[in-house]
């Protein structure tokens, strides 16, 4: 697939003013009588196509307009694509002041998995001086005649020396680009909203998570964003996102609760802890409700303890490396009615285990089917009741569990 993107490229080169007889100093590349740049590339991370599309696409726009040249026009609707076809131009500094020469010429950048080739041709020239007002034309009728020593003035060394030196520093800059290895293309984004104004036990929770997904992020290459500014819940900056996390919390109010409908309706997927899925009849927001498989809270335990887990499925990618059972580390339990695994487009994952019961002192949950972790198939969301404390991390196993989910709802 070609696209065709526009690109500038403005650099400022010093006035080298001296006549030289002997030209090899300045060596041009030359393909069927044309200036013609071309090198292929390997590169040494091994990254695949699509990844070098986006490193070719993100330097052409980043590498001009850092410049002041404006940016390239990238439609990110064509990605995966293999080549990328467009215009690059150089500005060249000549002798008399307030002169210069645009040399303008068509760049392509072809990736494959592992590699790249770069090449750049159909290199024209245009003086901008006083009294002159000449259009593009080749530029290679003139370095015909100043590679056999008939220059035809003083400009024709700042330009040709322009042309290569500026050239070989795009070239290097593009190659550092796309074999950075420090710097990599996240396979998906991911944002968590959390609050620091609510229940100390969620906030500690909510930190451990943040630290927890950091480190993940690093080492799966995604990205991982937090706010606590509920305001970015909104449709233009979730448009950035794949996965949305909540720690703890939920929208309060129209607008953000619409944002959030709207980014899961479109394909948007959701990983929810704990007290970010509470909902009751003063909640009014039937949507989440229903996103929740009907599921309303009901009853918790009080204080939090750990308890044991019956894993339903084991086979699902969120819960494929736990066993059938396992004893979860200290949480705040919720129970729901209406019951969400009776909801025919509900998955449950992981049920509280009965062996439990009696679970709790000041509030005992004493009885009933507990589903714990969930997902409602209609959508790419996971709902976890974990989330109450500081110590719902000390689980290797559980933990292999919430790095599961993140890296199956960033598919
Ligand atoms: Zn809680």
């Known amino acids: 697939m070609l ?58 726009n980043n590498y001009f307009s850092n410049i002041g040249a404006g940016t390239g026009d990238i439609n990110i609707a064509a990605i995966p694509a293999d080549e990328i076809d467009g215009t690059g131009i150089f500005k060249i500094i000549t002798a008399a002041p307030g002169s210069y020469y645009w040399l303008r010429f068509a760049v392509n950048i072809t990736v494959s998995d592992g590699g790249y080739t770069f090449k750049a041709y159909h290199v024209y020239e245009k003086p901008i001086e006083k009294g002159i007002t000449n259009e ?30 500026n050239m070989i520093a795009a070239m290097a800059s593009l190659e550092k680009e796309m074999s950075n290895e420090a710097k990599q293309v996240p396979k998906f984004k991911v944002i968590a909203f959390y609050s620091t104004n609510v229940e100390s036990d969620h906030v500690d929770f909510a930190r451990n998570a943040m630290t927890f997904y950091t480190e993940l992020a690093a080492r799966k290459g995604f990205a991982f964003d937090t706010t606590s500014n509920w305001e970015n819940l909104n449709d233009a900056n979730l448009k950035n996102y794949k996965v949305v996390i909540w720690l703890n919390e939920f929208p309060h109010n129209e607008m953000e609760r619409h944002s959030f409908e709207k980014f899961m309706d479109n394909g948007g997927a959701w990983l929810g802890f704990h007290v970010s899925g509470y909902n009751d009849k003063g909640t009014h927001w039937p949507w989440f409700v229903n996103f929740m498989g009907g ?117």
């Open 3 to 60: 696209k065709k993107i526009t690109l500038s490229l403005l650099i400022l080169l010093p006035f080298v003013g001296l006549a030289q007889t002997d030209r090899s100093d300045i060596p041009i590349p030359m393909k069927n009588g044309i200036i013609w740049y071309e090198k292929s590339y390997k590169v040494n991370t091994g990254l695949q196509k699509k990844e070098l599309f986006n490193r070719a696409s993100a330097w052409i």
């Open 295 to 411: 599921a309303v809270f009901y009853n918790n335990n009080w204080p939090p303890l750990p308890a044991k887990m019956i894993v339903n499925d084991n086979t699902h990618p969120v819960t494929r490396d736990l066993p059938l059972n396992y004893t979860a580390p200290i949480n705040e339990w919720y129970g729901w009615k209406p019951n969400p695994r009776d909801n025919k487009d509900i998955k449950v994952l992981i049920t509280l285990d009965p062996a439990n019961y009696p679970l709790g002192k000041k509030n005992v949950i004493k009885g009933g089917d507990i589903p714990v972790v969930w997902t409602n198939t209609k959508y790419k969301m996971v709902y976890m009741n974990m989330g109450h404390g500081d110590l719902n991390f000390e689980s290797a196993m559980q933990n292999k569990m919430f790095e599961d989910a993140v890296l199956w709802l960033g598919e």
């Open 136 to 165: 593009y034309s080749k530029l290679e009728y003139r370095w015909r005649d100043f590679r056999i020593g008939k220059p035809w003035s003083a400009d024709d060394e700042p330009i040709f020396k322009g042309l290569d030196s």
